[in-house]
């Protein structure tokens, strides 16, 4: 698939960008080199090749959820320059 001057210009005004007709044809020839690698990938046989998202195998390894025992709300709320209903109380800053 070879891209022309009217599909740059149309993604020119879709990015609300202006170009002369030499960096058009610039353009061009760049898209043009990308498309092909693109289409140089489709060839690639990746008959029985797992999909993955990351070339290593990493897995998440998170630990077990399991209730503690935290600070007392008193605690913290003692430390806050001012509360209320046992929240931190802070400045409005929306008007």
């Known amino acids: ?8 210009e149309h993604v020119a005004k879709l990015s609300r960008l202006s170009f ?15 498309v092909d690698y693109i ?20 897995k998440n390894v998170f630990r077990e959820d399991k209730v503690e025992k935290s600070f007392d709300r008193k605690d913290i709320i003692a430390n806050a320059p001012s509360a209320e209903g046992g929240c931190f109380k802070v400045p409005k ?3």
Not at 1 to 8: E, I, Q, S, Y
Not at 23 to 30: H, R, S, T
């Open 93 to 95: 800053v929306v008007k």
């Open 20 to 34: 002369s007709d030499d960096e058009k044809a610039d353009f061009i020839e760049k898209l043009n080199s990308v």
């Open 39 to 58: 289409e140089q990938l489709g060839e690639v046989d990746v008959e029985g090749v797992k999909p993955t998202y990351n070339v290593l195998d990493i």
């Open 1 to 8: 698939m070879a891209l022309t001057v009217k599909d740059v």
